[in-house]
């Protein structure tokens, strides 16, 4: 066991490593530019949604709180005829990066901590970089990206979002496996 004090500079240079990669996947490479489509009338959607006075939350579109009512006449016809599904708005006004990447980062620093945790509770000081490399990266990589998955079944996103986003999963996994492998405590 490896005491989590001697862990702190992995937890916060992965931390580190993860967020500047994610910044460059998504403002040099780009690959998450098809993830999000335009709606071909926005303006009539817009003006739908102000003069419903929706507000910020999240809303399924046909709405049935109450399940027993699936399958009544009135129900079923609303989901044959669409649109079916979620939408998530935001509280209006300018959107500002800082706090979402603040968010961002305070996320992956609690993913790298629980890493740590796992990581020192199962492996002794010493362990070889490969045996680090093995459990940090499987616990990294399912920490970013095992849940995307649910999003895709339940929520019904698109799979190859999913599928982008859990390659960038794989590569925070490795970087941060990288990371606690090379300086893992050898005593």
């Not at 989901?79 to 959107?95: D, H, S, T």
């Not at 990294?140 to 019904?156: D, E, K, M, N, T």
């Amino acid at each position: 066991m490896v005491p989590l004090t001697h862990l702190w500079l992995p937890i916060i240079l992965a931390a580190i490593v993860v967020f500047v990669a994610s910044a460059l996947i998504h403002t040099v490479l780009k690959i998450h530019r098809a993830d999000y489509q335009p709606l071909p009338n926005e303006p009539d959607v817009r003006a739908a949604l102000n003069a419903g006075h929706v507000g910020a939350g999240q809303y399924m579109i046909p709405s049935c709180p109450d399940p027993k009512d699936m399958n009544t006449p009135e129900m079923v016809r609303k989901f044959e005829e669409g649109p079916v599904g979620l939408i998530v708005l935001r509280a209006p006004g300018k959107i500002s990066m800082g706090p979402f990447l603040m968010k961002w980062f305070i996320y992956v620093l609690v993913v790298s901590y629980v890493t740590a945790y796992v990581a020192s509770r199962t492996l002794a000081p010493g362990t070889s970089y490969l045996g680090v490399f093995r459990v940090v990266g499987t616990v990294a990589f399912l920490s970013y990206s095992a849940a995307r998955v649910q999003g895709a079944i339940w929520r019904g996103e698109p799979w190859s979002a999913t599928v982008r986003d859990m390659i960038d999963g794989l590569v925070y996994g490795l970087l941060t496996a990288s990371v606690f492998g090379w300086l893992w405590p050898m005593t």
